[in-house]
């Protein structure tokens, strides 16, 4: 049985860790290699930068970051927000990173996936899909960090994003994300049941029983996870013992 990951995530704006909601009274909270050396020597299995700067001064500042990420940290980083094309995506990796994400331009132009995929190998790309459930149960998939709803379905749309080369699939619940209340477990193993590719928890997490029940409930391959980490909630030693209690197979440092 492969071992399940925890994979704490760092928003990054100006060169900078932040914290808000939706983007908004964003805080600093901490330089983001430090962090990332920091979670690394905790136990975090991975780590995920997201570079929240949508302006062109914001791209190179990343691009500088992610040289710096991957020379001061030594388990494998995956790095998104905004990457649009295959330039873009050739950037973060040359730079160094491991893996790349995509959302929203995966969802406008699914050919991007096929590209990157048929260039680095699917274990290079992972599709972050943001969805919101309807009143009818339906799951739609959203863009532009959930601000845009689309008439794509999530579990069609993952397949495909599977079939065109996607190596890992990141899916958040719009309706859970922010709330701490845990995540949809029901939907969670529904995606895991109908996808070859691992499949990463984010959003929703407040509590080690969350955690603890997408990974096992959910068939969760990865929770991701940032507040609770960043402000000290739990702690990634703490989570991962208690995750073995409950016969959770997790790498312990």
Same mark, same amino acid.
């Not at 995530?9 to 908004?24: A, P, Q, R, S």
């Not at 991975?46 to 040289?67: K, M, N, P, Q, W």
């Given at each position: ?94 730079? +160094? !990173?491991?893996? &790349?994400?995509?959302?929203? *331009? ?9 590209? @990157? =995929? ?85 959003? +929703? !997490?407040?509590? &080690?029983?969350?955690?603890? *029940? ?9 929770? @991701? =996870? ?28």
């Amino acid at each position: 049985m492969v071992a399940k990951r925890i994979i704490p995530c760092l928003d990054v704006k100006g060169g900078k860790t932040v914290k808000g909601i939706h983007f908004e009274n964003l805080r600093e909270v901490g330089d983001p290699v430090e962090l990332g050396q920091y979670y690394a020597a905790q136990g975090a299995d991975e780590l995920v930068y997201l570079d929240i700067s949508a302006t062109l001064e914001g791209r190179d500042t990343f691009t500088r970051l992610v040289e710096r990420i991957a020379d001061g940290i030594n388990i494998p980083f995956t790095v998104g927000g905004g990457i649009k094309s295959l330039e873009d995506a050739s950037r973060m990796l040359e730079a +160094g !990173a491991d893996k &790349i994400t995509l959302n929203t *331009a995966a969802v406008e132009n699914p050919g991007l996936i096929d590209s @990157l =995929a048929g260039k680095y190998g699917r274990q290079f790309v992972v599709v972050a899909v943001d969805a919101r459930r309807d009143d009818n149960g339906i799951w739609h998939v959203t863009t532009h960090a959930g601000s845009h709803t689309t008439d794509r379905e999530l579990f069609a749309w993952a397949e495909e994003a599977e079939d065109r080369g996607a190596g890992e699939i990141m899916f958040t619940s719009m309706n859970h994300d922010g709330t701490k209340s845990g995540y949809p477990c029901d939907t969670f193993a529904r995606l895991s049941e109908e996808l070859s590719i691992p499949v990463i928890a984010s959003g +929703g !997490a407040g509590s &080690i029983e969350d955690i603890a *029940a997408v990974l096992t409930e959910g068939c969760a391959d990865a929770a @991701l =996870a940032a507040s609770i980490f960043h402000f000290g909630e739990i702690g990634i030693p703490e989570l991962k013992r208690e995750l073995v209690d409950r016969g959770v197979r997790v790498r312990v440092v």
